[in-house]
């Protein structure tokens, strides 16, 4: 099979769907690959790397969707991408759709297949493709978060972990799972005070377990979020329902109640964001202001560590896209589930339960699709 990885085109988007190694791994398999020049230069990763792994370089996206079966990305294509899909070509990369019409429309209508890395899932119902990201993802939130505390972006002037005799920051992580996780440990790590809500009560005996007295757990009801956002000087919304946009837990009223240069860090902006007060932001300009609150809302975050995030995820991508390369999307899909569970679109249907919901498409049972 021929495969083709364009470059970016996202705002300040320098992951790259492939890596030269693992360009290497589906030339030892027999499958051409394509790759945009300068697609691997957001990480390090020079033309002439993917030349002695066996890639063909080429000039521009539009000869990569031209020429080849199977698309692997990184971010959703924007609107001049999808106006390159071609009906039965394959694309494999995240897509968020659920708050995403007008891209919806244009994926359907190009007849492709469109497999998200965001709903593929495995034995245990877990998100593999899109678990490495929100590790990271989950990371950079206090991170960023905390560089948005300090006095000279706007922020409260509170260290984190304080000083001996001044208390610490009061951090609150509004879902525990792979994203709240990695927040709560970078938070724990930095010396804060953490508390985390959650409507599932093994998930707090799960994080209460690792972090013992260190983390405060509370289980989700809208008063225990009001008082726990009323109190915190960094929020973390790391809220997820599989494929469906993401639940508002967090009123605006609820955000006019905190305490000026308090920061919001939306993880959840790409499926339409948790609190009520998000809209997406960009590396380039990542902030605004709701009353005195600071909101950091970017909606490709791990993009921020690009060489570390791209080698997470192709880590988890590559037995995928090996797969697809081999069999083809109907074989492949047939014959693996988990897999299937990622066809979002597949030749002008809807396959993908959240999403039609979302969205108001009809759903088509993925097998009778392909």
Known sequence: ??????????????????????????????????????????????????????????????????????????????????????????????????????????????????????????????????APMSKVAGRLAIQEGVYWLCTPRGGAGILPGGVPGVPPARVVVIGGGVV????????????????????????????????????????????ATRRAVQGADLVVGAVLKQGARAPQVVSAD????????????????????????????????????????????VANMPSAVAKTATHALNNETLPFVLKLAEQGARAALEADPLLRNGLNISHGRVTNRAVAEALGYEYSDPLTAL
Do not use: W
């Not at 791994?25 to 790397?49: M, N, P, T, Y």
């Not at 939306?266 to 009520?276: K, L, M, N, R, T």
């Open 254 to 297: 609820m955000i006019q109640s905190m305490a000026p240069g308090s920061v919001l860090v939306d993880v959840a902006i790409d499926q339409g964001g948790c609190f009520e007060t998000s809209r997406p932001t960009t590396h380039r300009d990542p902030v605004f202001r709701v009353g005195d609150v600071i909101h950091y809302c």
């Open 180 to 223: 709240g996780e990695n927040a709560i440990e970078m938070a724990v790590g930095l010396g804060a005070e953490v508390s985390v809500i959650d409507r599932d009560g093994a998930v707090l005996d799960r994080l209460a377990r690792r972090f013992g007295a260190a983390l405060h757990t509370l289980r989700a009801t809208t008063q």
């Open 1 to 130: 099979m021929i495969v083709g990885v364009p470059s970016e085109t996202k705002s300040d988007e320098r992951r790259v769907g492939l890596l030269p190694d693992s360009v290497h791994e589906l030339h030892l398999a027999g499958h051409e690959v394509l790759v945009q020049a300068g697609a691997g230069a957001g990480v390090g990763a020079g033309d002439a790397q993917y030349r002695e792994m066996g890639a063909r370089l080429v000039d521009t996206a539009a000869e990569v969707f031209a020429r080849t079966e199977l698309i692997v990305k990184v971010k959703e294509p924007q609107a001049p991408e999808r106006a390159l899909l071609r009906e039965q070509q394959m694309l494999f990369t995240f897509l968020h759709l659920a708050p995403d019409p007008q891209q919806a429309r244009e994926l359907l209508a190009s007849g492709a297949v469109c497999i998200a890395y965001e709903t593929v899932r495995d034995a245990q119902d877990r998100l593999p493709l899109l």
